[in-house]
């Protein structure tokens, strides 16, 4: 069973930037589409990012043009850019399969954008 483990989570200021990373257990990030999600206090967990099956990228609304999925396929790691972050953004952070998450998640990253 493959191990995601998400990291790169912290406090920062309303307009900071942080990178998220996900590190798998194995080499899946080339035969799998790998995506972020997240889950603020409250709310359901959603989607945020993806790849899809061409190589593109798909943001949800409310991150695009501040968020950029990336991948290094040779260390089996996903990235999250995230720039101009907004409060709104504070949530726990997940890498999962997309666009249908396996059951399985990791423990995630907390994200906490406050001044």
């Known amino acids: 069973q493959v191990q995601l483990v998400e990291s790169g989570g912290g406090l920062v200021q309303p307009g900071g930037s942080l990178r998220l990373s996900c590190a798998a257990s194995?080499?899946?990030?080339?035969?799998?589409?790998m995506g972020w999600y997240r889950q603020a206090p409250g709310k359901q967990r959603e989607w945020v990012a993806q790849?899809?099956?061409?190589?593109?990228?798909l943001y949800a609304a409310s991150v695009q043009g501040r968020f950029t999925i990336s991948t290094d396929n040779a260390k089996n790691t996903l990235y999250l850019q995230m720039n101009s972050l907004k409060p709104e953004d504070t949530a726990h952070y997940y890498c999962?399969?997309?666009?249908?998450?396996?059951?399985?998640w990791g423990q995630g990253t907390q994200v906490t954008v406050s001044s």
């Open positions: 999962n399969f997309a666009p249908i998450p396996s059951a399985s």
């Open positions: 194995g080499s899946i990030f080339g035969r799998n589409v």
């Open positions: 790849f899809t099956r061409a190589g593109t990228t």
